[in-house]
């Protein structure tokens, strides 16, 4: 059975969160604050979307960390800060997140190279996988607020 991890879920969760308030990025040369966490420079606190969604703040700042550092989000220190998305929204696979935050969707034995199947289901888990990556890759960022 496929199933998303917390840290999956919590990072899908954080990516449409900050889409929602600033879907295009558009605002990010303004300045000031809103209330709610976030601010007209595109900047949303990791504390108002952890709180919104009843989610460890120093969890949602990890995964808010390794999207950084693959890209995806941006940051900015101070009371102005938060982070904000690197991309616009409809170039950020969903396939790309879940690699980053889970690594391989979908593990076992017969994913392994030289691998012989003794159950004889290896073929179809790999069409599964491959159409799973193939959905995936087609779905944005901006799917999860459409």
Not at 8 to 34: C, F, T, V
Request: glycine share 10%.
């Amino acid at each position: 059975m496929f199933r998303l991890s917390q840290k999956a879920d919590y990072g899908l969760i954080l990516l449409s969160s900050i889409a929602r308030i600033h879907p295009q990025g558009e605002a990010k040369a303004m300045s000031g604050l809103h209330p709610g966490g976030e601010n007209q420079a595109g900047y949303v606190s990791i504390s108002s979307i952890a709180s919104k969604h009843k989610i460890s703040t120093k969890f949602l700042s990890q995964i808010a960390q390794e999207l950084k550092r693959a890209g995806i989000l941006e940051s900015k220190e101070g009371i102005t800060g938060g982070y904000t998305l690197a991309q616009d929204p409809s170039s950020i696979k969903l396939l790309d997140v879940l690699k980053i935050l889970e690594g391989e969707l979908l593990e076992g034995k017969c994913f392994e190279e030289g691998h012989e199947c003794t159950c004889g289901a290896g073929e179809m888990w790999q069409q599964m996988k491959k159409q799973m990556e193939a959905t995936l890759g087609k779905k944005t960022v901006a799917d999860l607020v459409a």
